[in-house]
């Protein structure tokens, strides 16, 4: 049973006993998604990892622009095959013309 049936089997049982219907399923995803995204930055300051993290940002970005510049590459070309519908010798003939007059 997924989680539709199950809702559809509480909501059935609410009304036979006259108690409020249950919440749909996924209803506080949303916003237990957002509190445990807040938890979890909170604990990285708290760990110190917010710090650490930036540190190492700072470390690769010192990196990165000390390397020398590179050219960037020209694009290779790529041989255009034409589409098997487009090809004007294996076209089916239009039996009713335009499409708005069929």
Do not use: H, I, K
Not at 14 to 23: C, G, N, R, S, V
């Amino acid at each position: 049973m997924n989680a539709a049936q199950q809702y559809m089997l509480d909501l059935y049982r609410a009304a036979q006993l006259d108690q409020p219907a249950p919440p749909a399923p996924g209803t506080g995803d949303v916003e237990a998604y957002r509190s445990f995204r807040t938890w979890r930055a909170f604990q990285g300051v708290v760990d110190e990892r917010v710090a650490a993290r930036r540190a190492r940002r700072a470390e690769l970005l010192s990196l990165l622009l000390l390397r020398s510049p590179r050219r960037p590459s020209a694009p290779r070309p790529v041989a255009v095959r034409p589409y098997p519908v487009q090809d004007s010798t294996r076209r089916v003939p239009d039996a009713c013309g335009r499409p708005a007059e069929c």
